[in-house]
């Protein structure tokens, strides 16, 4: 049997109008400290988000998405906080905000492999 790994994600949210509530999943965001791992995946349906809110500036929710990515992967661009520790990263990444693109709160679970679970859950939650 194998070792089971606790784990920690939450779902992307694009949220048009924030005094109404209403949101859209987009992504999934998971945290394995024991598997040192800190991934997102999203995807973007514009027909379904512009449906929601025909006045969305889908360039600047995909900037904000790809700043995500960039901060999960510690990347050389991804500004001050892409070069904090990983699990600064993580709860840096699901901090509330009220913006447009917002984090649900967040859920812990058991897993085997970090990045089989985060394709699943993007499965489940998103697409």
Same mark, same amino acid.
């Given at each position: ?14 949220? +048009?109008?924030?005094?109404?509530? =209403? ?9 394995? $400290? $024991? /598997? ?16 929601? $809110? %025909?006045?969305?500036?889908?360039? =600047?929710? =995909? =900037? ?9 992967? %510690? %990347?050389?661009?991804?500004? +001050?906080? %892409?070069?904090? +520790? ?17 984090? $649900? ?18 499965? /489940?939650?998103?697409?």
């Amino acid at each position: 049997m194998q070792e089971k790994h606790l784990f920690e994600y939450a779902t992307i949210r694009v949220m +048009p109008r924030v005094e109404r509530g =209403e949101f859209i999943n987009v992504g999934v965001i998971v945290y394995c $400290s $024991s /598997q040192k791992f800190l991934k997102t995946v999203f995807e973007l349906n514009k027909e379904r988000l512009q449906a929601f $809110s %025909a006045e969305l500036d889908l360039v =600047e929710i =995909e =900037e904000r998405l790809m700043a995500f990515r960039k901060i999960c992967e %510690a %990347a050389n661009n991804g500004g +001050p906080i %892409a070069k904090l +520790p990983i699990a600064s990263r993580f709860r840096w990444l699901i901090a509330a905000r009220s913006t447009i693109v917002q984090t $649900s709160p967040v859920h812990p679970g058991m897993c085997c492999n970090a990045g089989e679970t985060l394709e699943k859950l993007f499965a /489940q939650l998103v697409l």
